[in-house]
């Protein structure tokens, strides 16, 4: 497996929660980092939160802070869980995998080497 690949979007509705899961390359060892990312329509792709794979070291976007939780288990999988989910949230998640990525670039794309095909997640009512 060479690209990370996402899972568990779906339609939900203002207030629900979702747990979207990565699983990643395995290419775990070094500064490895791995972010969660999302475009809704007509707009620009943006950062969400990330973590590094050694340290657990999270990072998160202001619109969602204390709504999300990123979190890895000891294998190769990554879990963005998002609580309180609003309109806004409507959007495609993307996971990426990145080395060397040092702490003041991790919310930028361009970083990450590596990207999935998306997961949609709809909210509406």
């Known amino acids: 497996q060479v690209q990370p690949v996402e899972s568990g979007g779906g339609l939900v509705q203002p207030g629900d929660s979702l747990r979207l899961s990565c699983a990643a390359s395995?290419?775990?060892?070094?500064?490895?980092?791995i972010g969660w990312f999302r475009q809704a329509p007509g707009k620009e792709r943006e950062f969400v939160a990330a973590?590094?794979?050694?340290?657990?070291?999270t990072v998160y976007a202001d619109a969602v802070k204390g709504r999300a939780t990123i979190s890895r288990n000891n294998v190769n999988t990554v879990y963005l869980q998002m609580d309180r989910l609003q309109s806004d949230d409507t959007a495609v998640y993307y996971c990426a995998e990145g080395t060397g990525i040092i702490l003041s670039n991790i919310r930028n794309s361009a970083a990450y080497n590596y990207w999935g095909q998306g997961t949609q997640v709809t909210v509406s009512s």
């Open positions: 395995g290419r775990t060892s070094g500064h490895y980092t």
């Open positions: 973590i590094r794979w050694a340290s657990r070291t």
